[in-house]
Nanobody, 120 residues
């Protein structure tokens, strides 16, 4: 079992930057792929960025979002720059043990979500 705990969300202004962190507890072989999703009210949960443990595969929906990992800490981070109102959402950390690119919401493990609110 893997527990994912997000931190770093909050209220920012448009144009600001924000960094999210997610620490995973449990077996590290269960977190081969780690990623970030977001879900705005009334919307589906969409992938923002993901990468594998070896950094051989990485995905980001925008060059404003940079994902990184610290394998020693079993952690994943999301740097978000030049935020806009449209980035307001609940952001979820996700992890999976499969050794393949995962672009949908089929990840096995999920955090509780952390709120990011961008004001004008």
């Amino acid at each position: 079992q893997v527990l994912l705990v997000e931190s770093g969300g909050g209220l920012v202004q448009a144009g600001d930057s924000l960094s999210l962190s997610c620490i995973a507890s449990g077996r590290s072989d269960q977190t081969y792929i780690m990623g970030w999703f977001r879900q705005a009210p009334g919307e589906e949960r969409d992938l923002v960025a993901a990468m594998d443990r070896e950094n051989s595969w990485q995905f980001s929906v925008s060059d404003r979002f940079t994902i990184s990992r610290d394998n020693a800490k079993n952690a994943v981070f999301l740097q978000m720059d030049n935020l806009s109102i449209e980035d307001t959402a609940l952001y979820y950390c996700a992890a999976d043990s499969r050794k393949e690119p995962l672009l949908d919401a089929s990840y096995e493990y999920w955090g509780q979500g952390i709120e990011v609110i961008v004001s004008s």
